[in-house]
Each structure stands twice: as structure tokens, then as C-alpha cells.
């Protein structure tokens, strides 16, 4: 690792404004956030893919990951961010660089050529370099040839320094925060400011999620000016220090560039979510707060209250006839960061029983918010293999899990509903109506009539008459037919005119004991 690296991951390791971190020994600050991986579990994605995603929902920008072929597939539009204009974020750009090119030290040349061709084809407002592991061992300088780049084309060249190996995905994605502070924020100068000009910093307009909350901002007269990167353009990213308030969606990986906002260009931020109609509410009247301690006009938190009780109504109106379906189902809860606790909330307000969450990837800010709204820390997990995962959807009796995509075999293998609620859904749950879309999916698939029939027992797991002379061993239908105690079932050899124990076909008291496979 270069040293200019090195200082940047240490700093990054050094974040005054986390908590958690301040809480830590100088020695320990030093080692970083990263726990170390257990062999043979997925390692979540390395630095490079950490900045990639951080990045890649910017629209506009051309995208470069100066890298053999393999990085940029691996990483490529791994979240459903949506656009509402440009989609060259959409297209791939590689130097694709051989085995040849390596030996013979042809990259940088290579990275030239391909900066240009991409200017030249799309002329986009800039274009982003991506290092990583490959072109870092060989020593390319990103920086002098995007420094190059940009002279001789005209175009703002942003090498993003964040290669693989730096670390993890978590990394990369507050290492992708700073390279914006250091090469973009404050290039530009937006035409006009207002008094309500905010940022919203690590919102990724998943599946179009900032449009359920944009319309609430417009009618309030809040201006999103600066985006990191919800639907962002290069513009709104370079000209974030014009700013009155920042919002800070994900409380973890950016929190390091809302201090250093606060810090060098004097915008105040909070962080918020806008999961669930409590929260969304409470993001809304914060905002709103911090504006009018900013100069805004104070009518802006009648203005707010109004739009909170008239919205409040309207989604609480659409949500009854939902609540008789969902509620007292149990839910278990598998994602990470500020989601363990404001899909909790929003779930509750339902009646809808969460029966565990995941705590992992949250900070301690987050658990506290967990133990605020489930009352206990009794339900926290932390990381959860699949074995135990099934076991705590039998042991728990969940009707759903609500989870990445990762996960939902587990729950096909335990007959159990599933939502996926990462960044990989193709639903948006954000702000007052997301709540109903959510509540909706919900309904969907746990009352779904599949259910019922899943649930029935099997023909074969039904008793039959033993034909004459045959033995209770090999069962009526002669020997190698399907048996009682074929996994499927979990149950042992039924004797001639044992009843089936239908009800219960799996050990009671083992949890885990049909999660075998055959
Ligand atoms: S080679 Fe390095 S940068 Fe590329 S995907 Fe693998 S770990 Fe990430």
C-alpha cells in the first residue's frame, strides 16, 4: 500500500464524529473498524466495490475501472439505483487490461487512450478512475494521468484511490466519501442558492426511493441541491458546500465527509431515515428545524407540521385495510446499518411482532435505537450463519423473513414467506407511501394461499394400508418407493396403521433437524 494510501485508510480508521470510535483505545483506533473474516464466509465485497457502489448511482458521470476485465463485471450496477435522466452510470467502461499489458507496463498508456474514447463518444460532465489491487501493484499513477486527462480533454478527471486490498467494502465506501471531498465538493458554484438548500448524503435512490420522499421536500419548498448519490449529477456533487443543512441517510460509512461539510463549509447535518411514518416524520421536522436555525423563513415548520398531520392521515387511511392481515404476524429481520431499527419501528406501528434483527453492520447508535424501540437487547443478532438462521425462523415461529437475497433460500428451505428489503429489491418502501408499498408486500406474501398447500402434508407422508404379506419396512407401496421417513418429512418408518404425525413433522424439539439435505 502506498503511503499516501496508507494515511488516507488511517484517517479514515480516525473518525472523530463516530462514537464508537471515540470510545476506542489509540491502538485500537489504529486497527480499524474491520472484524476479522471467518474462514470460509463471504468476505461482503472488497474496498474498490465499497467505493464503486458509493459512486456508481452518480448518473452522469463515466464510470472507469482501470483494472483487468473481472473488477468492473463484479461490480457492476450491483444496486438498483434509479436515474430520472442520464443513464451512462449503466454502462461499463474497463481498460481490460491483459496479461501483456501488465508485463509490459502499457496501463497508464492504456488509461489515457480510454479517457479520451469515452470523452469523445459521451462527452460526459466528468469521468471517474477507479483503482484497483492490479493497477495499484503495478504502481500505475492514477493521479498524474487523470491530471493529464483532464488538460488535454477538457473534462474533470477524478481518480478514485481506493483499490481492493485497502480494505473492506465499508471502506471503501467512506474512502469514496473523501475522494468527493478532495477532488469534487467546492468546484462549482450552483447559479442560484437558497435559504432551503440541502444535501443528502448516502441516500442511493434504490428502486427510485428518494421520488417517494422528493415530492414531500418540493412541496415544502426544500431544494435538494447537493447529492452523494441519490439520482445525483456531477454538479450537484461538486457544488454540496453551498449547502444550508445536510441529511445523512446512512449513519456509518459518510459520516467522515457530513463532519469535514460542517467543518470546512459550516453545514450543520443530522441523521435521519426516512423508513416507516414515525421516522420519516421525524426526519422531516428535522430538517425543517435545522433550516429555520439557518435562516429559513420560521413558517417552514408550520408548513412542515401541516404536511406531516395531512400526510400522516392520508397513509394511516391506506394502511387499515392492510392491518387485520399483518397484524400479529412475526417477522424476523436480517439487514444491517439503520434499517435494524427503522424497519423495526415501522413494522411495530402495525402490529407486526419483530422477533429478532440483525445488528450487524450497525454502530452502536443503532443498537441503542434497537434496544429503544424492541425495549430489550434480547432479540439482537449479530452475524448469522444459515444453519442458524433456519433454526431461529422454526425456533421463533416467524411467519416471514425479511432479509437480502442472499438469504432467501434459507427461508424457501423453512417454508417461510420472505421480503427482500436490501439493495438488491425492486420495490421502494421509503417516506409515507413506501410504508404502504412495504406493508403491501408484506400482505402479499404472507397471506398468499401457496402457504396453506406448502404446509399440507405430502401424499406419502399420509397413512396407507400395508398390502397383505408385505413388511412394515417396505411400507405398502413395495420396496424403494417413497417412504415415511424420507427427508422430506423428518419422520421415522411408520409401522402398518401408525397414523402420520401430520402436524408436526419435524423434530420439536431440534429446530435444525430437517435443515439436512438428503
Ligand atoms: S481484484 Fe481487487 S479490486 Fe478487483 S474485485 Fe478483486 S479485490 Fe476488488
Known sequence: MS??????VQDAFDEPACATNRAKSATARKAGCAKPLTPGAAAGGCAFDGAMITLQPIVDVAHLVHAPLACGGNSWDNRGSASSGSMLYKTGFTTDLTELDIVMGRGERKLYRAIGEIVEAHAPPAVFVYATCVTAMTGDDIVAVCKAAAQAFATPVIPVEVPGFAGSKNLGCKLAGEMMFRHVIGTREPAHTTDTDINIIGDYNLSGELWQVKPLLDRLGIRILGSLSADARYRQVAQMHRARVTMLVCSHALQGLARKLEETYDIPYFEGSF?????????????CALLVKRGASADLLDRCEALIAEEEAKVRA??????ARVTGKRVLLYTGGHKTWS??????????EVVGTSVRKATDNDKARVIQVMGTEAHM?????????YATLKA???DILMSGARSQFVALKARTAWIDVNQEKHEPYAGYMGMVDLVRAIDRSVNNPMWAQLHRPAPWETTRPAAPGLGAAEGADGPGAPQANDCASGQDRLAPGEP?????PADPADPASDFEDC
Open 3 to 8: 503511503g499516501t494510501l496508507k494515511r488516507t
Open 275 to 287: 423508513y416507516g411514518i414515525s421516522d420519516t416524520s421525524a426526519a422531516l421536522r428535522s430538517l
Open 318 to 323: 391506506a394502511l387499515e385495510p392492510y392491518r
Open 343 to 352: 424497519i423495526v419501528s415501522a413494522l411495530q406501528e402495525l402490529g407486526v
Open 381 to 389: 443478532y449479530e452475524n448469522m450463519a444459515p444453519r442458524d438462521m
Open 396 to 398: 421463533s415461529g416467524a
Open 500 to 504: 402420520a404425525d401430520t402436524a408436526n
